[in-house]
Each structure stands twice: as C-alpha cells, then as structure tokens.
C-alpha cells in the first residue's frame, strides 16, 4: 500500500499530550457518544503523572479528526464490544477515550471518511509490523508490569500486543484476551508446558487457583524465563514457599541451588512434582554415599522391603529434605 505508507511515515509527530489536552475538552464536550457509556470510573493501574516528554504514536497520520460519533455511524460492530471495555472510559484521564477516542490508535480520519472508508487512508493494524503495532500500545503501558516489553523474549519473536490481546473482540473475563483464558492464550504456543498440567501432580493450575501468570510475566521481566518475581529461579518459587526460603543452619546445597533439580513446576506424575521417583531422584546425585550406591532393584523392593526403599523411600529418614535447622540435622533427619 504505497500510498497509505506515504501518508503514515513522514513523521509530523503530534505531540499526544498537547492535543490530548484541547481535543479532551472538545470531545468530551460534543460526544456523549457510545463507546463513552462506560462504567464507574475506576482508578487508573498506569500510575504517576503523564510522561515529561509527550508521547508519540509510532505511525502518525496528518490530517483532522473527526470524533468517535462519526467513526461509528459506519463502524456501529466495532463500537460495540469496545465501548464496554477500559478504552472506553472516558472518566480515566490516560485513556484513549479522553484523548482523542478511536483516532488515538487509529490515527486522524477525515481523510479516510471523506473517501467513503478507503481503507489506505487509516491505520490498519493487520497492516502493520508486529514492532509497529505494539509501539501504538506502549505509548501508555510501558510502565511497572509493561517496564520490560522492548526486548523481551516475546517481543523479540516478534509477537505483538495483539497476538494475545484484542482490542476490539476480547474473550477474557480480564485482560481483554482473545482466548477465554490465560491458559488457553499461552497453550496455543506452549503446548509442553501446559499439557503437564493435566498430570497427577501439579500446581493448582487447571483449578484455576493460579495461571501461567502466576509464575511468569509475558510481556518481559527482570529475571530468566520470563519469571516474574526476583532474579533466580528459587526467589520465585520461595516468594510463596516461603518456608522453603533459608539459608538454613544445615543447607541442602541443590535446595539452595535451584528447586527445578528435584521439581517440575509446570507438573509431574510423580508425588509432589517430583522429576523423578526416590530413589532414583537422590542417586542421580548420591552415587557413593556410605548408604549402598546400587540403584534398587525389584528384588530388593519385595523381598527385603528395605526402608530406603518403600513409602517415601530416602526421605522416610531424610526427612528434612529442604534443609534443617536441628543442630543435629546435618544429615537432614531432623
Ligand atoms: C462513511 C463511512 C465510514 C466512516 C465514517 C468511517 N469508516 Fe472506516 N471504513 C469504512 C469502509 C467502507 C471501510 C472498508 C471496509 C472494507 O473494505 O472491508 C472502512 C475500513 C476501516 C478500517 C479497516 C478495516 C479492515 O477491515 O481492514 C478501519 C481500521 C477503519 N475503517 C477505522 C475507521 C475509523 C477509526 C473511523 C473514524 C475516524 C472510520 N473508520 C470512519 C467506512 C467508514
Ligand atoms: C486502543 C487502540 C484502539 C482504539 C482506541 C480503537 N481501535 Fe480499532 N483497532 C485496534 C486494533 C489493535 C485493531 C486490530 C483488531 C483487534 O485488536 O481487535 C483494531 C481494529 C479495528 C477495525 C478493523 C476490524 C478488525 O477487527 O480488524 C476497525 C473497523 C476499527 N478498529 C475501528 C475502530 C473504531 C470505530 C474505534 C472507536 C470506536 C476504534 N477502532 C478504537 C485498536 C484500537
Ligand atoms: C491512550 C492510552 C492507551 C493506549 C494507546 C492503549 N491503551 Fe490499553 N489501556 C489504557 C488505559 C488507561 C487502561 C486502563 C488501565 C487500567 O487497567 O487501569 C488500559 C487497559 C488495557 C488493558 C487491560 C484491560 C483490563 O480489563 O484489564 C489491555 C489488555 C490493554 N489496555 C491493551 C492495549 C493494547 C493491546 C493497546 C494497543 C493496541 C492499547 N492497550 C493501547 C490506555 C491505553
Ligand atoms: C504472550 C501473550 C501476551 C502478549 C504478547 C501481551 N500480553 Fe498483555 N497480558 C497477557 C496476559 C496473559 C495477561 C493477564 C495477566 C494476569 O494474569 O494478570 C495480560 C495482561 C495485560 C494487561 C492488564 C494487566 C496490567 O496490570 O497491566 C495489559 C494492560 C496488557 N496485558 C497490555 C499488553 C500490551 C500493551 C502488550 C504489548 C506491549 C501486551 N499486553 C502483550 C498476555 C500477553
Ligand atoms: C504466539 C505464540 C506464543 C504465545 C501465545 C505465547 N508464547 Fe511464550 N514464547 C513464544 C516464543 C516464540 C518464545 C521464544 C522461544 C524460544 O526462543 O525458544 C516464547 C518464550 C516463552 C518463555 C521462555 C522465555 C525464555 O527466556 O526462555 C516463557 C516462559 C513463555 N514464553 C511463557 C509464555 C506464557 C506464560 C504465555 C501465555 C501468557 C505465552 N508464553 C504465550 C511464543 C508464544
Ligand atoms: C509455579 C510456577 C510456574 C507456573 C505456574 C508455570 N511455570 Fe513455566 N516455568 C517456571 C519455571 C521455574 C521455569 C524455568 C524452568 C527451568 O528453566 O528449568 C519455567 C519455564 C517455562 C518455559 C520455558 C521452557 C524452556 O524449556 O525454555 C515456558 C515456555 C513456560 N514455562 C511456559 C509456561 C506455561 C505455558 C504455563 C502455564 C500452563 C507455565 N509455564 C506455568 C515456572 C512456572
Ligand atoms: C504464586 C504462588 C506459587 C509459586 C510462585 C510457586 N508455587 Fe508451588 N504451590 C503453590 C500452591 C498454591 C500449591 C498448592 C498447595 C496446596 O495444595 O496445599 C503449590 C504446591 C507445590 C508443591 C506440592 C505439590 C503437591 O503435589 O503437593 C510443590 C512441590 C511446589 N509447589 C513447588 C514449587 C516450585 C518448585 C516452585 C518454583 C518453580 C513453586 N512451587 C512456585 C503456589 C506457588
Ligand atoms: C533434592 C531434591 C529437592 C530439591 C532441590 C527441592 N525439593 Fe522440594 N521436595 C523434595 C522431596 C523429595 C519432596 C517430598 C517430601 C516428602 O515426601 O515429604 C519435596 C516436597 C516439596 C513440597 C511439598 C511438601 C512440603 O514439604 O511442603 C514443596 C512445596 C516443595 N518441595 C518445594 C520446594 C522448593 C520451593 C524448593 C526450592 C527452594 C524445593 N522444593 C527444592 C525434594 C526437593
Ligand atoms: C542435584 C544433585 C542432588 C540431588 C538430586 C540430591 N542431592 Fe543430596 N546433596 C547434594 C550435594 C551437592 C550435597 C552436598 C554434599 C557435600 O557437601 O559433600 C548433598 C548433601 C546431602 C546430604 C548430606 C550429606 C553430608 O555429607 O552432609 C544428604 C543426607 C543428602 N544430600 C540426601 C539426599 C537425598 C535423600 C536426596 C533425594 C531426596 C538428595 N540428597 C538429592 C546433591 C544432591
Ligand atoms: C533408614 C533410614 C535411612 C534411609 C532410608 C536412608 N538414609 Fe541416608 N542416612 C541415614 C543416616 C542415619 C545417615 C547418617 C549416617 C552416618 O552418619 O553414618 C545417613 C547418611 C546419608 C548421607 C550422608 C553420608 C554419606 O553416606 O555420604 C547421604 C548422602 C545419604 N544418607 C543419602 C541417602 C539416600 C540417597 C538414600 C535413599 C537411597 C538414603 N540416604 C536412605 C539414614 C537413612
């Protein structure tokens, strides 16, 4: 699309804020228009004061604008499910109903209106690079939860905002998801992860007592795999077992090292999200210890049913297995 490229690109940036300030008045004033009916005004999550420097929409188009209520005399669909979303709010004062409404993403219209809906004379998001779609959004979510976005592992596999959001047909009771859930938006790309859910043991998941995003944040974050609290594996894990935490006065050095040696977080079935049954999970590591280095065999199993190996097998005296306080606890028996 040649011509809509010339339109977008040679950037006259508008400066938002400024606009935002005389169009707000206007508009707020002139159109009590549908996408404005919103619910009761609700405190903004996108905290602090507006940025110093006013922010610039990525592709910005030259032209006038004409209002919401004009856009949707032709566009009544796309209004619909929009209007009840936080977009629509116009009583937030960061939202793009405050600003310019649907001009604040789709850019100025009167050009594409006066040619009876050219579709080259607007910003057409299934048009744009990934890049560009998002930098429409991060205009205003490139704070706290959104800090890490630009050169996250999902942006630079170039998934954009709307590979799991949508703005205009969510599914989503939250978050505006264009899956009916934060599982189902994350199992159509990560099948492995989440097809553990469904194994005898696992995190209550499928219970819907906690989600993917629980544990890691999609949109960038400070530690590996996209984890969303602390700088290790373990400082997420611990930020809920917190008993598990430490240091402890005998540390078992794994414990300390990384929960996933003995854990699968994703789910197992092994008890307790075990990666492997003990005895087999300690003799991975423990090949000569004083205790018999050979892997347990069937016969050993029936015939003597030998205490290292039956129930809990290791940890029926190892109980302690996290790590132990006891002065005594240096084998973590105690
Ligand atoms: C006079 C009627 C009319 C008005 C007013 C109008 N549009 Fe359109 N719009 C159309 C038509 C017709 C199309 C082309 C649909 C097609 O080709 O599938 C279109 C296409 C679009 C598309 C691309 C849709 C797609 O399927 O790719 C967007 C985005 C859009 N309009 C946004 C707006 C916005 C924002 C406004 C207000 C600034 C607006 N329109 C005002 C008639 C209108
Ligand atoms: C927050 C930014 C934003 C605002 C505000 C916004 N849109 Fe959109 N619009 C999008 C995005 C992103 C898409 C791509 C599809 C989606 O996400 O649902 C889109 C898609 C469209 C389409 C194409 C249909 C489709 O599903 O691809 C039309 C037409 C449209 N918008 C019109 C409007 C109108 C009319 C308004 C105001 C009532 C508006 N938009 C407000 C971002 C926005
Ligand atoms: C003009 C500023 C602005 C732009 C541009 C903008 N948003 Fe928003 N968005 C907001 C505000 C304000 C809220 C409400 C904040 C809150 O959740 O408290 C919001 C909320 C959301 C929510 C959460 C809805 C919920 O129910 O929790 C999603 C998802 C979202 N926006 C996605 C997008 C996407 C995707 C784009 C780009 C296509 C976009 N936004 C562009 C201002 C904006
Ligand atoms: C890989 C999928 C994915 C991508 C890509 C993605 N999101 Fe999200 N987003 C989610 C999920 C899942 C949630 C719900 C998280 C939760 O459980 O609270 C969410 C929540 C949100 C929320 C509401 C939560 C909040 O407090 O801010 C906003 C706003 C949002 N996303 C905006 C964006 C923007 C803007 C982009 C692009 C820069 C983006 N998202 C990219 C999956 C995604
Ligand atoms: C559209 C496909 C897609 C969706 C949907 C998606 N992801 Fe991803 N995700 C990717 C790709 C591609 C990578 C990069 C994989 C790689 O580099 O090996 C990735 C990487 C990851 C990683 C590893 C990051 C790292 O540093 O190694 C995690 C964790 C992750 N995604 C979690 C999620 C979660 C949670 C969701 C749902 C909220 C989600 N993803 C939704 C495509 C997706
Ligand atoms: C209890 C916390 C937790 C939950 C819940 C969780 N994950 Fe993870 N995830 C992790 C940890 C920890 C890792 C890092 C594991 C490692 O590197 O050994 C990880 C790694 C990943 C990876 C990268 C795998 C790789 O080999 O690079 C993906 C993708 C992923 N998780 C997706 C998901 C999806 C999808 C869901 C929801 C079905 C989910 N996770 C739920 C903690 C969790
Ligand atoms: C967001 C909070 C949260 C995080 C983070 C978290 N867990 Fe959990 N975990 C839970 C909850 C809730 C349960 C279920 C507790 C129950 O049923 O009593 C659980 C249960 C478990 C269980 C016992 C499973 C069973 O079958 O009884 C293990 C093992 C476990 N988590 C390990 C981990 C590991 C390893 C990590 C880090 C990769 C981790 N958890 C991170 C909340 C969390
Ligand atoms: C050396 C292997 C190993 C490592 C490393 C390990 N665990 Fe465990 N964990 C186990 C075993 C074995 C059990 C089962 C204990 C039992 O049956 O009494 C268990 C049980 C659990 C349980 C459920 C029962 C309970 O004690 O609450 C949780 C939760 C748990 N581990 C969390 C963690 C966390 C968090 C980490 C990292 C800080 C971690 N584990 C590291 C071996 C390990
Ligand atoms: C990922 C490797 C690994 C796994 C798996 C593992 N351990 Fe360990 N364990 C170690 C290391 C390393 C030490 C510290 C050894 C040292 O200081 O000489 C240790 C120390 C111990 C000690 C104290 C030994 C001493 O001399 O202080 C006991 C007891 C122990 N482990 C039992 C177990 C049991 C039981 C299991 C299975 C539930 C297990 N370990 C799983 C690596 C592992
Ligand atoms: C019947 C109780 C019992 C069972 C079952 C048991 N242990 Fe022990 N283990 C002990 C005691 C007691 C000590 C301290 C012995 C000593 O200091 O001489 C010990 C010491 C150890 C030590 C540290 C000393 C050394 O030998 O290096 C390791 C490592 C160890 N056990 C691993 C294991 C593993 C792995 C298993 C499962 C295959 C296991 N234990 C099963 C009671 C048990």
Redesign the pocket.
Known sequence: MPSSRANYSIGVFIPLLAVALWVGSATTATSASDTQRAASPAPS??EGPPPAAAPTLAVTQTGERVGDDTCLTCHEKEGQAYGKT?HARVQDPRSPAAAQGCETCHGPGKAHVDADGDKTKIKVFTALSPQQ??DT??T??NR???AN?EGSA??GRN???????SVHAPR?E????KKVS?TE??ET?HRTEANKLHRSAHMPVREGKM????CH???GSNNVRLLRVGNTINETCVSCHTEKRGPFLWDHAPVRDNCTSCHDPHGSNNERLLVAKAPMLCQRCHVASRHPATIYDANQVLVSKSSRVVGRSCVNCHAQIHGSNHPSGVVFTR
């Open positions: 999550k996108i936080a779609v998002s959004c991060v205003c979510h706290q939860e959104h976005w999902h942006n998934l954009s905002c709307v590979t799991c959001h989503s939250k978050a505006q998801l934060v938006t994350c790309c989600e993917c995003s629980s944040n999609p949109h």
